[in-house]
């Protein structure tokens, strides 16, 4: 079975197209095909005015149009793309779904926070244990927190906080006081460890330390400070980041070291999963 999965966020588009493969006692193991991240910033757009602009809905429904090439290429069995903040808020984000769609012949759906958090899930269950967690997941427009006990998520919450709408300096003071208080009333206990998946965290990870897939809450808060004293062009040439990730990658930052403070968390793990593999899972089950 090969599966597909689109993921239109509000820094970059990303295709996965995987594989299934199934062990002997039938469980699935998914191996990539094909993976691609096109830094289209539709969030720039969106949270400026309001509406995504006419140059960069054609590089979208171009972009849709070369992944449906792709699909179709690799004989995918099911596919399913989903768009997140960027396209959820732009004044506009229906009608280009529409004629991304008459192009492409690809749907698009408009998914809430909440599903967007739902799809992560799936993946993110297959890298924890038993214990308690926060799951921070920072996109460009929006920030996912899932806490879960023994594997079994009991709240979930989508903010209004990401790496490009903090950097446009779009985001509210209330968001941020809505985040601490919803995290500190639904927290339960003590001795959370925190989960933290996009982009930025798998970049923090890599300058921090790639061999450990578990960072500590004074290393993160550390790498943050020293990277924000430095200009973009040094934080391009001393860590090897891409220009729209060096960029926002301290406003993504503050927002994963925030979201820990207010949860007691001292550490955070970064398994090597987002929005793409929930997906790809969704989808398995989908057609099992």
């Not at 460009?140 to 446009?168: D, H, P, W």
């Amino acid at each position: 079975m090969i599966l597909a999965a689109i993921d239109a966020g509000s820094n970059a588009i990303r295709l996965q197209i995987n594989r299934v493969l199934l062990d002997d006692h039938g469980e699935p193991h998914f191996k990539s095909l094909e993976y691609i991240r096109f830094p289209l910033r539709l969030g720039k757009d969106t949270f400026r005015t309001g509406e995504i602009t006419f140059r960069s809905e054609t590089k979208f429904v171009n972009l849709m149009m070369a992944f449906r090439t792709l699909i179709d290429l690799y004989e995918a069995d099911d596919a399913y793309g989903c768009a997140t903040s960027a396209l959820r808020d732009a004044l506009n984000g229906e009608r280009i779904i529409r004629r991304a769609y008459e192009k492409s012949g690809l749907h698009i759906d408009l998914i809430s926070g909440q599903r967007e958090a739902e799809l992560l899930d799936l993946a993110i269950h297959q890298s924890i244990g038993e214990g308690n967690y926060i799951t921070i997941d920072v996109g460009g427009g929006s920030t996912e927190i899932n806490l879960t006990e023994g594997k079994n998520s009991y709240a979930r919450k989508s903010f209004k906080l990401g790496s490009v709408r903090n950097m446009q300096g779009k985001e509210k003071k209330e968001t941020w006081e809505e985040m601490s208080s919803w995290i500190k009333e639904h927290i339960i206990g003590k001795d959370h460890l925190a989960v933290g998946t996009g982009g930025n965290i798998k970049s923090y990870q890599k300058i921090i330390d790639n061999s450990r897939s578990e960072l500590t809450f004074s290393e993160l808060e550390s790498t943050i400070a020293g990277l924000g004293e430095k200009t973009i062009s040094e934080r391009i040439n001393d860590y090897e980041l891409r220009e729209d990730r060096a960029d926002v990658i301290v406003f993504a930052g503050e927002i994963y070291k925030t979201a820990m403070q207010y949860a007691g968390a001292e550490k955070i793990l970064v398994p090597d999963v987002g929005l793409k593999d929930g997906i790809i899972h969704m989808l398995f089950e989908r057609n099992r």
